[in-house]
């Protein structure tokens, strides 16, 4: 009997279950573990960020120019990257949640910690998922379907499928570990997840076929065509100097389509961060104890990693009908209103509020998971514009996240800023007055209504210098009944 669905595109999503398990927790509770839990001080919280935020930006275009261009295997084929990366991803994932002593309040060991953790982890990462996105692209690009837009559309279906299933995760983990308060207990579902996320993604690597003859009659992964058709680029590039080739496919690549995605996938990644980051404390804060039970309020932080994506897997139909660019583009005007809607009605109603919060971390994880889409897009139209035996899939990737992923840090350093600022870094500490209560209360409704506003009202303005809007054209019928 034959494997159900899509065989190719079920191993590809594992690697993004795998991912999944681990990120949703961490993206959820590592902002607050350091905040109220660990004790950082402010200073060196904003110094993790900044050496995260340099080192997020250059270890992306790094290991894409490897992944590009290096002879070493574990780095030319994307499913060794996968399945080699694996167990050191998991175990990066872990350094979060084992402090290195008993800290002190604003312990300088605390900081240390995070720098190393932040650092480590967006390493492995990288380089896991780059080989992964690479595939994404070059999969879909040498796929028989009749439309390589319609085979990026399955695979983002099963990714986001494979993001429903990982995605309880942090609901279990909410619930056995009654919110971080049995801490031993929630160590002990990191290390089972961890364990879980690296067998997953061992057996994704181990298994996508990236084009014919890729597993040879013993099913050990052998060197793939496009593998060889980046070793013939490789060959020629070695006669350049090391720093002219990144230069030159820097300049071939930074086109008007990709600094308009660029620019709008920076906001997005902002809003990505804010929502999944601060979401916990924003509503402990907003919503008293009283209003919703426990258990309740368990659900809904739990439910706020799985509702993206199924509305990814509802509405991605609308993709196919018309287009992603239209659907980014509307997807931004809804926030817009319902954000101003939000404001205009006040904090009081605190159950209009909660349901405010997912809907916002709803659409940002919308918008954000048919960011693989344009990109793609933008690998195509650039290997024919040059010719190119195979894509620099890996190189694009790079260099969008060199430019995007700064925001990762940016989010947390402003929003906590902000926060202390009012004086939430006292209200741990010591605890604040009714009134200082009330303003620190007004200031983050503020800033839960106004920062889904002004991202999106900049969104719309960067994402209309986009000019790649038809690839979904003539294949509208085909789309819709893969939909059903």
């Given amino acids: 009997m034959g494997f159900p669905g899509d065989k190719n595109a079920f191993f590809m999503a594992l690697t993004h279950f795998g991912t999944g398990l681990m990120s949703s927790i961490l993206s959820f509770y590592y902002v607050k573990l350091f905040l109220d839990v660990y004790r950082i001080s402010q200073w060196w919280f904003h110094f993790a960020q900044a050496v995260y935020l340099i080192w997020n930006a250059v270890n992306d275009p790094l290991f894409a120019y490897w992944q590009d261009n290096s002879n070493m295997v574990v780095f030319r084929s994307r499913r060794h990257s996968i399945m080699y990366g694996a167990p050191l991803f998991a175990l990066s994932f872990l350094f979060f949640w084992f402090p290195w002593r008993e800290y002190s309040d604003h312990d300088w060991l605390c900081g240390l910690h995070l720098t190393v953790a932040l650092c480590c982890y967006d390493s492995l990462f990288t380089f896991v998922l780059l080989a992964h996105c690479a595939l994404y692209t070059e999969i879909s690009s040498s796929s028989s379907s009749s439309s390589g837009m319609e085979y990026r559309l399955t695979l983002t279906r099963y990714s986001k499928a494979a993001s429903v299933v990982s995605s309880f995760s942090l609901t279990a983990v909410q619930f056995v570990s009654d919110g971080l308060e049995n801490y031993r207990v929630f160590q002990m579902s990191c290390v089972l997840i961890a364990v879980l996320a690296w067998l997953f993604m061992y057996i994704s690597g181990a298994n996508i076929k990236a084009d014919e003859g890729c597993n040879n009659s013993n099913g050990k992964i052998t060197v793939s065509a496009m593998d060889k058709k980046r070793d013939s680029q490789t060959d020629r590039s070695n006669e350049e100097s090391f720093f002219a080739l990144p230069y030159q496919q820097l300049r071939e690549v930074m ?230």
């Fill in 255 to 484: 086109t008007t389509d990709f600094v308009a995605f660029v620019a709008t996938n920076f906001l997005q990644t902002l809003h990505m961060t804010y929502t999944t980051s601060f979401m916990v404390i924003f509503a402990d804060q907003l919503i008293p104890e009283g209003d919703i039970s426990d258990v309740t309020r368990k659900l809904i932080y739990g439910s706020s990693s799985v509702l993206p994506t199924i509305v990814v897997l509802a509405f991605s139909f609308i993709v196919s009908r018309y287009g992603y660019h239209a659907v980014i583009k509307w997807t931004y005007v809804t926030n817009i209103v319902i954000a101003s809607m939000m404001l205009y009605i006040g904090q009081r109603h605190t159950w209009l509020l909660a349901v405010f919060l997912l809907v916002d971390i709803c659409i940002s994880g919308f918008v954000f998971s048919f960011f693989n889409l344009p990109l793609s897009d933008i690998i195509d139209k650039d290997k024919k514009r040059y010719n190119r035996k195979a894509p620099l899939s890996s190189t694009v990737f790079g260099y969008n996240a060199l430019l995007t992923k700064p925001a990762q840090s940016v989010a947390p350093m402003v929003v906590v800023a902000v926060l202390d600022g009012y004086g939430y870094g006292s209200l741990k500490a010591e605890g604040l007055g009714e009134e200082q209560q009330l303003i620190l209360s007004g200031a983050i409704f503020n800033v839960v209504c106004l920062f889904p506003v002004v991202l999106s009202l900049c969104s719309i303005y960067t994402w209309s210098k986009f000019t790649i809007r038809d690839s979904h054209v003539g294949n509208v019928k085909t789309a819709e009944c893969k939909a059903e």
